[in-house]
């Protein structure tokens, strides 16, 4: 069981002591799980707790929100990828200015020493904190001497061990930004490489307009406010995930269904080989459901009316079941 805490006050004062690392973990992408495992690794060594100390909102969203970068997935997910890791616990801080203001040594000292009880912290060679982003490694190091606990440094995955590469056929390190990069460009395939894991959206099922039903392709429409990237706009093969925790297949529509005239984006998930002797029963409308996305399989396209793009829609369905029956 893996302990969440919305803030300071909620921690144990008996808790620790702990190894503890920091930072936002958005994707919570193969460089994450790759310090977070030698994070435990070095917690159990230790006779220690396991934790990370991550920040909602993302702090870019604070500081210059114009400018912030979309978030790969929403709190939910992060905490759910976060807790499959097998870590002991998690702290999210609410990130503020008042917290912006804290110095390197007043952070550390309220958060990681006065609260968790660090007897390691693990971070990163390029690692910052407090107020300017003045901290650093040798920060960090000056203070495990001055609070009594070790410093332990730690490369991301990507460019040491086992290598990702690049378009370019050149290691890159595992980043939030390239799966971003992929996302927006449609190559989900690179997202779930970097990410160990397809990208995930989750959300409400809502009433669309209908027209997926009326051509014979009914679709649960994502809300909204569904936490998650949205990809690049085209049809992907991927797995829609019930609130029951039922994995179907699916055929996933993201655009603005250009041969109807649409203008908003949209997130619908056709699903595949759907129950046939209860196909009326199979009803996802207010379930919250997560939409997985497996590989890309054309860009989207406006049609020359209803026929044509039901003839495309079969071809998809097939392609996105062969797909995903040889994974």
């Known amino acids: 069981m893996v302990y969440i805490w919305n803030d300071p006050s909620e921690v144990p004062a008996d808790f620790g002591p702990s190894v503890v690392t ?24 230790n006779h220690a707790r396991a934790v990370a100390v991550t920040f909602d909102p993302h702090p870019a969203l604070v500081h210059r ?31 503020s200015l008042d917290l912006a203001s804290l110095t390197a040594e007043e952070f550390v000292e309220q958060y990681l020493v006065d609260c968790l009880h660090a007897s390691h912290v693990v971070i990163g060679h390029d690692a910052r904190f407090g107020r300017g982003n003045s901290g650093d490694l040798d920060t960090m190091k000056a203070l495990g001497q001055k609070f009594g606990f070790e410093v332990q440094v730690i490369s991301e995955f990507g460019s040491e061990g086992y290598p990702l590469h690049d378009d370019d056929g050149k290691d890159r390190r595992c980043s939030s930004t390239w799966v971003r990069e992929a996302l927006q460009e449609g190559d989900v395939a690179t997202a779930a490489a970097v990410l160990g894991r397809p990208h995930r959206m989750r959300g409400e ?24 990237l949205i990809p690049a706009d085209g049809i992907y093969a991927g797995w829609l995930v019930d609130q029951a925790g039922k994995r179907w297949p699916a055929a996933i529509s993201v655009g603005s269904n250009p041969t109807f005239d649409g203008v908003s984006r949209q997130v619908e998930a056709h699903v595949i080989d759907r129950p046939k002797e209860a196909v009326e029963d199979f009803d996802l409308y207010g379930q919250t ?39």
């Open 205 to 228: 099922v809502v009433h669309g307009a209908a027209r997926g039903r009326a051509l014979g392709f009914p679709t649960a429409n994502l809300a909204s406010n569904a936490s998650g």
């Open 22 to 45: 920091f930072g936002n973990f958005d994707g919570v992408h193969r460089g994450h799980q790759q310090v977070l495992s030698q994070l435990i690794r070095s917690a159990r060594l």
């Open 289 to 327: 459901v997560v939409v997985e996305f497996v590989d890309r399989l054309r860009g989207m396209v406006a049609y020359r009316g209803p026929e044509a793009l039901v003839d495309q829609m079969k071809l998809d369905v097939v392609q996105a079941h062969d797909l995903l029956i040889r994974r």
């Open 65 to 95: 929100p114009e400018a912030a970068p979309e978030m790969i997935m929403g709190l939910d997910d992060k905490l759910e990828a976060l807790g499959e890791l097998g870590l002991d616990a998690v702290l999210v801080v609410k990130y």
